[in-house]
RNA sequence: CGGGGUGUAGCGCAGCUUGGUUAGCGCGCCUGCUUUGGGAGCAGGAGGUCGCAGGUUCGAAUCCUGCCACCCCGACCA
């Protein structure tokens, strides 16, 4: 059991907070709103790369780099997109800093300011439709399916480590189409990639379907959206795909000859997904003892913690310890073996549990006599002892088990959250007892949307793609509705 | 930017109301011995511009004024 650490039923937002901290996962910089992400909640982070570049790559993309530096001119160019990221831009004015003529230490020379001023990128769509300009002339050059894997600023007033930062790291798709089905599929497919990495790597359920109006992204014809519910019922936005129609393309003119050697327009997409997926991660299935990781992101997949009393213990222990951790690494198993002497056995229990490590194996005298190991997994916090023969096999079925078990247990936590609402009542009555999602009809327009969510702080998360569109009547106001929408409190 | 709160050792805090020896406590850290199957015990030790600046006073962590920083709750957002 983990000392001093607030559970979810008592506060849920000072438990994530701590969890953060205490887990060694990121911690806040000397600027505000900036965080400094760990050496551990780096290690997941870069899994979760790996494991989505190698998803980008296999669908056709490659990576490419675009400064971080956008003329600001270029925002001006499509209105709604900059009307969107005006509000939380940060603008380089100066290049130059110098002594303070009256001793107050370095100050910004006056005399070194930009001729145009350099917007720190919030999104790089227009710094990258520029350039599309000049690479795409024919139907030949197209599609277009790059990557880019950045850090961007958006200048947030409150801000949360990993869930909302000044500064995060994420990476956007941008690609360009001769057609607008192209484009369209586009979009879809690179939301089945993010839905497939939540669910078959953080072990998180998704629902899938598209933004309404109001939320959707400044400059974009249609946002598509994976949604995934935490522990507190409330929904968070784990990734985005955009159908950005021909907007970009006419802001910044870029053109391509078609087969019938006719100019036209051509038609994009954008996608991302950030470091908030680590705030995603964290709250599916996170306990009151600390983090649960799934095994596919797991720094560490299992640790080995040897127990000992005498120095000729420890001789044979460690030796069986490493004969297991090779038998694991042959199967592909990330493991760490702890043989400090610098912290006991229980220490290391309860670090190794609050850092959400799958699986935890004790060796010791008493396994070496009986030919056993201990071993305890993080998901379910139960101990048993295995025969050590054939180990590595056993563990690798035993981190499948963890993984689907961890899925499970979200998806039956969602299911269970998840109610329909038929009236105004019905629908006030679950936001306030019982919280998650709401399937309800809604009338469709931005005014009813608005008022929902002034009345109850909860928005529409989604618009399923299928599946819920029989007619039915507003919640709200009664009018037609054309089918059932997801509404949530949302981070 | 509105409302609330906090700045004292690496971290968490007490002390301030009612000014007065050398500013304390817990965790962590260092040394030694004993320990090691769920966060060890004992002994010794290191570590402080009390957020900053000014003022009151014989004397300020403590009282007064100004400033700064950070956190929480709102408005904005992935």
Redesign the pocket.
Known sequence: ???NFTTRKDDY?KWY?ELVIKADLAE?SPV?GCMIIKPYGYAIWENMQYALDKKFKKTGHRNVYFPIFIPKSFFSKEASHVEGFA??CAVVTHYRLKNDENGEGIVVDESAKLEEELVVRPTSETIIWDTYRNWIQSYRDLPLLLNQWANVV?W???T?LF????E?LWQEGHTAHATKEEALEETAKMLDVYADFAEHYMAMPVWKGRKSES?R?AGAVDTYCIEAMMQDGKSL?AG?SHFLGQNFAKAFDVKFLDKQNQQQYVWASSWGV???LMGALIMAHSDDNGLVLPPKLAPDQVVIVP???KEEDFEKVNQKALEIKEELEEKDIRVQYDNR?TH????K???Y??KGVPVRI??????LEKGTV?V?RRDT?E?SFYQATDIGAKISHLLDNIQQNLYNKAMDFREERTSTADSWEEFKDILKNRGGFILAHWDGTPETEEKIKQATKASIRLIPFEGYDEPGKCVYTGNPSKGRVVFAKAY
């Open positions: 059991m983990a000392k937002a907070n806040n505000r509000k939380e958006r947030e007033m409150r949360r869930l909302r930062t000044a995060f939320e992204f936005q985005t950030s470091t908030r127990i000992y009393r002497d006991k056995p229980g220490w229990f309860s670090e549990e609050f004790a060796i010791g005298p008493k396994d201990e305890a916090l101990k």
